[in-house]
Structures are given as C-alpha cells and as structure tokens.
C-alpha cells in the first residue's frame, strides 16, 4: 500500500483478528487496534509492528481514525457483534464504513445493516475464509453491501487476499445487502459437505477395503493430482499419515464425535425456508449429528459392516462427482437467496473468489466459473455442458460406488444424496403426483391437473 494509504481500525485480536492484523501490517497498512481481552492485546501488541496504535476502547479507536473511517471487526458472531457495534456507534458518523469478518447469519447482517443506514452508517458483511494460515497469508474475502462503501475499502482488502493463479486477488463484493456472509455460509456448507464426502471415502477405504492408512493417504495424495483434487483432498492426506508420539496413527486416538459451530446448519435452514434441495449440505450435519450421538451409537452397534469389492477409480470418480453435485447444490442455495433479496450475485464472481485462498479452493473453480459463465442468466447450474460431461464420466463409479457402500452396510450419504439430487434434477416427472393423490384424498388439498387449469379436488375412491 502507499504512504497515504488511510488506517483502517481493528476490533478483536484473537486468532483471525492477529492474523490478519499481521497480514494488513506487512502490506503496510496503519492499524488502530482494541481488543478488550488483555492477555490476547498483549499477544497481539509482542508481534504486530510498533506503529500500531492501540486504543483503550472503541469510542477511541474511532476518536483515533481519521473519517470517513473504516473499522474491521473480528470479534465472535452472535452478540459480540451486537455490543461491539453498539459501542461504536455513537462515535461514528454518516459515511464511516464497520466490515464485520466474522462468520455472521446472513440475516443478522441484513438487521444490522437497516439500524445502520439510519444514520448513514455502511455495513460490509465480509466472509474470510482459510482459517487461521489464510488471515495470515492470503484468505479469500466474500463482501456483500453498499458498492461506494466497498470500493473504499476494497484497495485494502483485495491486498492481503489470496490470488488466483492468474494474480486476480480472491477478494470481492459479490452483491448488495448480506450478500458476502450469505455467500460465506454456503461456502461452509459444502465444506460439511465435501468433508462427509471424504470421511465417507476413508471408511469404505479402511473398512470396506481393508486399505492401511499410508495406502489411503497415498490414494488421497494421488487424487489431489488430478480433477479430484483440491485443499481439503490435500489435507485429507496429511490426516490418515499423522501418527501420535508413540508411533500410532493419531487419527485411532481421536473421538468418532464431530462438533460443529453452526454454519452448515444456517446453510441447511435456508434451503429449507427458501424451498430448495441441497440435500448434502443437510445430510452432512446429519451425519455430524450422528456421530455426536456416540453414547446412543456404542450401545446399538452390532456387527461391524466388512468387505467391499470397489474399484480405485470408482471411488475416486464417486468423491469427484459427490463434490461437484455439493457446489451445484450450493450454488443453486445461492441464487434462490438473491432471487428472493435482490442482492445480484454473480455466480461467476463467486467461483473465481473460491479459487484460491478459502478452504474450498480447488481447481475445480475454474471449471465451474467458465462452466457457469457459458450459461444464460437464471439457467440451472446442472444445465451446462462441460458439467454435464464431467457427471457423464463421473456417475457411473459414483452409481457403483454407492450401490456396494448400500449393500455392504456403510452409511454414505453425501454420496447417496447427491445421486438422488441429481437423478431427481434430470427427471421431467416425479412422483409427486402420487404425493399429490394421497394429500388430496386424505386431506382435500387439491392438485393441479396437466390437462386444464385450476384446483382439482377428487375423491380418490380407487375406482
Ligand atoms: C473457513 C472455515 C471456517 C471454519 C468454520 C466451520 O472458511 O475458513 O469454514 O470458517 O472452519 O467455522 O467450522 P465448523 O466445522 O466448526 O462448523
């Protein structure tokens, strides 16, 4: 950044807040930092550059920045928020722009926005992904509100993200309102999704295929190499190969009980009020929810599910055709937000965002961001060719796959649940219409009928 580049405050220095206060330093950017937690300020104050101005509390560090002013939040979503922007406020004015970099409801955004825009205030709601090495290095940035607010703070931002390949910075407004942190929310909520569909992968692998861990991390290494590949496949190497001190894989030591902080969970609430499937999205919470049931599990479990005949390539094939159906999933969450809230997303800006820097970051973006870029506004996502070539090769070991996980025994349903998405997606008609019989008859609810308009109602009699 330049010598006149403004300060920017900072609220909240724990582990994402110091890390990316540390990335805004060395890009040279002036910081007025608060954090209320002392044995966290003093953390932050040993390794953030002396220039650094520290204030007592937020009515300073807003009397310390020179307005229009721009103040970063990084503190806890849900109520920290509320009482970090309520002490702001009275000692901001029209013009000042707060960006919350938190892992904020979209509909929390959405409400702070409105008490904001009452006295001119501006709200970025902004997604930072990568945990805690992406603050430090080069996180992807989701910004969703007002296009003149963001533009003077995005020369700042878009400095410390991730670059794609081709050096474009993984730092956007991808629409108005709560664009950002909705946006944010679903990335989340294909990570449950992705991750399901990889656990799913090392079970048939250990269990239905007997494979020791250095083979399956050798096997998640290979697929990292080709168009399975991405952050998470990449990791999930390093997770079966870690041993414990005593030599012993750690992953034997680690409690079958996954927790979650909620973002798959508003992912999955919104399909279900906006009406749409995003099947494993949900599945994947689910499938969190049954391993937190482990008391439950351990006094049920009998017999152990065993051997499987599987081929390599199927398996990989099923994680490749599972992640991509999990994005369209996602990306159809995403449009059916914007077309209820307006916000204008632009599905293209999101993949090319997810690129690099974000947990998600795969080169299956750049597929997906030219795939969609090829397609009419408002077409479905499942519509485009190159995608629809990549399920033609993909589907049939995804079929195979899951079809001996089902008839072995293994839970899988990220796998099975993206089929069934997408086989229902590519059928011109449902069973619906004997949903439809059954509701009339037992509730008169009526039904549409193909052949005139209107509510039909009949009696169902069976003859
Ligand atoms: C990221 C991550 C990050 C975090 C989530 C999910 O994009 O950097 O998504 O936000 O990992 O909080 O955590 P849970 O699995 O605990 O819900």
Redesign the pocket.
Known sequence: MTDTTAPLGIIGLGTMGRNLALNLADHGVPLVAWERDADLAARARAELPEATVWAADAADLARRLPSPRAVLLMVTAGAAVDAVIDGLRPHLQAGDVIIDGG?TDAADTTRRQKDLAERGIHLIGLG????EE?ARHGPALMAGGDPAAWDRVAPTLQAVAARATDGTPCCDRLGGGAAGHFVKTV??GI??AVMQALAEAYDLMRHGLSMDLDAIGGTFARWNQGPAGGYLVEIAADVVRTRDADGAPLLDKVVDRA??????RWASLAALDLGVAAPSIAEAVFARAVSAARDERQALAGTPPGRLEIAADDLESAVRATTLLSFLQGFVLIAAADARDGWSVDPVAVARVWRAG??LRAPLLDRLAEAFGGLPPGAHPLAAPALRAELAETLPGLRRTAAAALLGGYAVPALTSALSWHDGMVRARVPADFLQGLRDRFGAHTFERIDAPGSHHATWSGA
Request: charged share 10%; aromatic share 6%; net charge neutral.
């Open positions: 892992n930072v992904s990568g945990g992406g990335h989340n990570e449950y927790g979650q902080k909620g973002t798959g974000c947990i």
